[in-house]
């Protein structure tokens, strides 16, 4: 989790956000000249004008493998500026700690939004993040394109798959994690047979989604995110190989399409 509060102190923070904390997580609070930034757990590393949180890969698909060094992040930041991280894949975010502004890989997993009672806390908890202009499928042409070719490809690219996750959540409303007729919370989560943190969502109305911007949208901004965090909690990390670079670039077809026809 992180977590920031403009104009706020540490303690204001931590009293705003503390309900939300998991337990015996260890946690990092600290204030800044624009206010104050909370982050939890172990998966982060802060240097000099950065933090970052997450799980980066190597690969653009954002699937689960080795995974990239924080440090290396940190170190494209430095060097290019909060762009870099239009160039991360998985589930991650950069914290700038200058500015108190935050960057999100383009699978947007781990993009903070506002409260929707206090919109001077931002945290990766919120039900809706904004849209990202960098990660937003661009309308093209292209012939012979199919979607179900498309999801043909996302599926050569996934790992070995193990069981079925659930992540449902009796405290939250089961409307926001069902898309069409599909609960994505029950029916579109499995972990890898190899690795006992990562689990990924590849839902079965994919096709469905994709080839719709409003679905598209929903998921990226809300439903995804809501399901990182519920994966979070359990001590598991998210993975969405369908909302990363190789994916978002062939979106943009279908759109096309689907405006002409």
């Known amino acids: 989790m992180l977590a920031t509060g403009l104009g706020l102190s540490s303690a204001e923070l931590v009293s705003r956000v503390a309900h939300e904390i998991i337990a015996d997580a260890p946690v990092r609070v600290r204030t800044r000249p624009w206010g104050s930034y909370l982050v939890t757990g172990s998966d982060w590393h802060e240097h000099g004008t950065w933090l970052v949180h997450g799980h980066p890969t190597r690969g653009p698909w954002g ?37 108190g502004e935050t960057h999100s890989g383009l699978s947007r997993l781990l993009a903070l939004g506002p409260r929707v009672d206090d919109h001077t806390v931002r945290t990766t908890t919120t039900t809706i993040r904004p849209a990202s202009p960098a990660s937003q499928p661009v309308p093209d ?23 079925t996750l659930g992540l449902g959540d009796s405290t939250d409303d089961a409307a926001i994690v069902t898309v069409g007729k599909h609960n994505w919370a029950t029916s579109a989560i499995w972990t890898m047979s190899d690795c006992s943190r990562a689990v990924i969502l590849h839902p079965q109305n994919l096709e469905q989604v994709l080839g719709s911007p409003e679905l598209f949208r929903r998921v990226q901004q809300s439903i995804a995110p809501v399901l990182a965090w519920r994966a979070e909690r359990i001590g598991r990390v998210l993975y969405a190989p369908f909302l990363e670079r190789p994916v978002l670039d062939q979106i943009g077809f279908a759109l096309d399409m689907e405006a002409t026809t």
């Not at 924080?70 to 500015?99: F, K, N, Q, T, Y």
């Open 141 to 163: 042409t292209a012939p012979g394109f199919r979607l179900s070719r498309l999801v043909s490809e996302i599926e050569r690219q996934l790992p070995s798959r193990g069981a």
């Open 63 to 99: 699937v689960p493998d080795e995974g990239l060094p924080l440090e290396s992040i940190i170190a494209e930041l430095e060097r290019w500026g909060h762009h870099a991280m239009s160039m991360c894949a998985g589930p991650v975010v950069a914290l700038d700690l200058r500015s």
